[in-house]
Nanobody
Framework: VQLQAFGGGLVQAGGSLRLSCAASGRTFSWYARGWFRQAPGKERDFVAAISWSGSTTYYADSVKGRFTISRDNAKNTVYLQMNSLKPEDTAVYYC???????????????WGKGTQVTVSS
């Protein structure tokens, strides 16, 4: 079972990036999917989550109105569209899957490898 995140990179403040997280080894259609991030020297924090059906989403206050999470169960993939990026969004972003809703960091069943997002000022 593997979750693999893609799409990180370097972007200027105000720019956009789209992260993808593809799952393999099993179907995650019945799992909540989410994104967390970890900045240097800080703890891993919740960013966004989406229910198994995609009908419900949940965001950290710091990204509301700027980030959008979505999923395509046919592709076993979850996305994070990040707009109006700020330097404080710089972190390693991790995708995750959980059988709990809404998922907290303690409820994650599967973690993906991270992808670096760097926002320059």
């Amino acid at each position: 079972v593997q979750l693999q995140a893609f799409g990180g990179g370097l972007v200027q403040a105000g720019g956009s990036l789209r992260l993808s997280c593809a799952a393999s080894g099993r179907t995650f259609s019945w799992y909540a999917r989410g994104w967390f991030r970890q900045a240097p020297g800080k703890e891993r924090d919740f960013v966004a989550a989406i229910s198994w059906s995609g009908s419900t989403t949940y965001y950290a206050d710091s990204v509301k109105g700027r980030f959008t999470i979505s999923r395509d169960n046919a592709k076993n993939t979850v996305y994070l569209q990040m707009n109006s990026l700020k330097p404080e969004d710089t972190a390693v972003y991790y995708c995750a899957a959980s059988s709990t809703w809404p998922p907290t960091i303690d409820d994650i069943d599967y973690w993906g490898k991270g992808t670096q997002v760097t926002v320059s000022s």
